[in-house]
């Protein structure tokens, strides 16, 4: 055994077999070309231009849903506060077999809704083709 092996720089043999001397040019350009594809994406999507958002700091918005009371189906009642799935195909039932709303307080009629609940789901209640009864 060769004493002069374990003394000295350690043996660079096997760094030759997995990159020599020219490939660095080729290993440079190629990271090169990548950082500058990556910088090009960031770009394109906008990350660049978008900031930090200051969630803490912002002011809540309110969602403003709205559900029509005679065009909406069942689960879009169901989103409603205080409407479950029975009193959504209640009123569903209900506009069926009595025709279309012809305002938004002819939702108290239905069985389940009184002014309570009704003041509660009146800010998402919309009516669109209004017909008089």
Excluded at 15 to 29: E, G, K, Q, Y
Excluded at 98 to 119: N, Q, T, Y
Aim: with cysteine.
């Amino acid at each position: 055994m060769d004493e002069s092996s374990h003394d000295g720089p350690p043996n660079r043999q096997w760094v030759s077999l997995v990159l020599r001397r020219a490939d660095h040019p080729t290993v440079i350009m190629l990271l090169c070309v990548s950082w500058l594809l990556i910088g090009w994406f960031v770009v394109r999507l906008g990350l660049a231009k978008q900031g930090v958002i200051d969630i803490d700091n912002r002011e809540p918005r309110q969602a403003q849903l709205q559900v029509d009371l005679n065009t909406a189906p069942w689960p879009e009642f169901a989103t409603l506060p205080g409407v479950g799935e029975v009193l959504s195909r209640s009123i569903v039932d209900f506009r069926r077999e009595h025709g279309k709303f012809g305002a938004i307080e002819d939702i108290k009629l239905v069985p389940g809704i009184g002014e309570i609940r009704f003041s509660q789901l009146r800010p998402y209640l919309v009516i669109s083709n209004s017909v008089s009864k």
